[in-house]
């Protein structure tokens, strides 16, 4: 019966040990709310393409700073737009942006961060309270000029700034972007995204696994001095 009791315990203790270290490492927030992350977490953009007349630059900013991107600049367009007789200022991959248009950004954990698109007729941000007023209805929230879809597939023109407002970062998403020109149909600039999770080093266990192991040997301990005290 001793035995059973005492196997019993262990297997309750090792067991709430690994269901702690199986709970998720982190959360996020990824939208027209802002972005934040809980740890240190590296986000992959890739230009899709562009439609234009004016030459863009794209970065993440913080929102405490908005008025500079952060280095380094994820994608800067030189031309504004492909050369030729080309339909509403198109750009691609490769020509306003160089090959591989890929390029990663590592977000702080705890810092509050936007994207951000800037050029010649000003800038728009990816947080909504960013971006100004409509001079002609201060009355209305601030524009959105970033719309996000959980689907990378979805491509504009869009009818209206319809979007999810936030997604889930670690599944490929897409950003479409509307800059000042007015027209609003979300093609100005285009991405996907995708963030990584950044691995633990192995040498620095999550504080969950640490308080599950404490649990393992506390309960060991106070096995043996129980059994130490039955035989004195």
């Known amino acids: 019966m001793h035995l059973k009791t005492t196997s019993t315990f262990l297997g309750l203790a090792v067991g709430s040990a690994l269901a702690l270290s199986a709970m998720p490492a982190g959360a996020a927030t990824f939208g027209n709310n802002g972005i934040q992350f809980d740890q240190d977490t590296e986000v992959t953009f890739d230009f899709t393409g562009s439609n234009g007349k004016f030459g863009s630059m794209?970065?993440?900013?913080?929102?405490?700073?908005?008025?500079?991107?952060?280095?380094?600049?994820?994608?800067?367009?030189?031309?504004?737009?492909?050369?030729?007789?080309?339909?509403?200022?198109?750009?691609?991959?490769?020509?306003?942006?160089?090959?591989?248009?890929?390029?990663?950004?590592?977000?702080?954990a705890g810092e509050s961060y936007s994207l951000a698109l800037k050029s010649d007729n000003g800038t728009v941000y990816s947080t909504d309270s960013l971006n100004p007023l409509d001079p002609a209805n201060p009355a209305t929230p601030q524009t959105r000029q970033f719309v996000f879809f959980q689907d990378e597939t979805t491509l504009p023109p869009l009818a209206n700034e319809s979007g999810e407002g936030s997604v889930d970062p670690f599944d490929k998403f897409a950003i479409l972007i509307e800059d000042k020109g007015g027209s609003r149909d979300f093609n100005d600039f285009r991405l996907t995204a995708m963030a990584t999770e950044s691995d633990s080093p192995a040498s620095i266990p999550e504080p969950a696994t640490l308080a599950g192991l404490g649990l393992v040997a506390g309960s060991l301990t106070l096995i043996r001095r129980r059994q130490t005290n039955k035989k004195s």
């Open 58 to 108: 794209f970065g993440v900013v913080l929102e405490s700073n908005p008025n500079n991107i952060l280095p380094p600049v994820l994608f800067a367009e030189n031309p504004a737009f492909d050369p030729g007789p080309i339909g509403d200022f198109q750009g691609t991959c490769g020509v306003v942006v160089p090959n591989p248009c890929t390029a990663t950004f590592t977000f702080l």
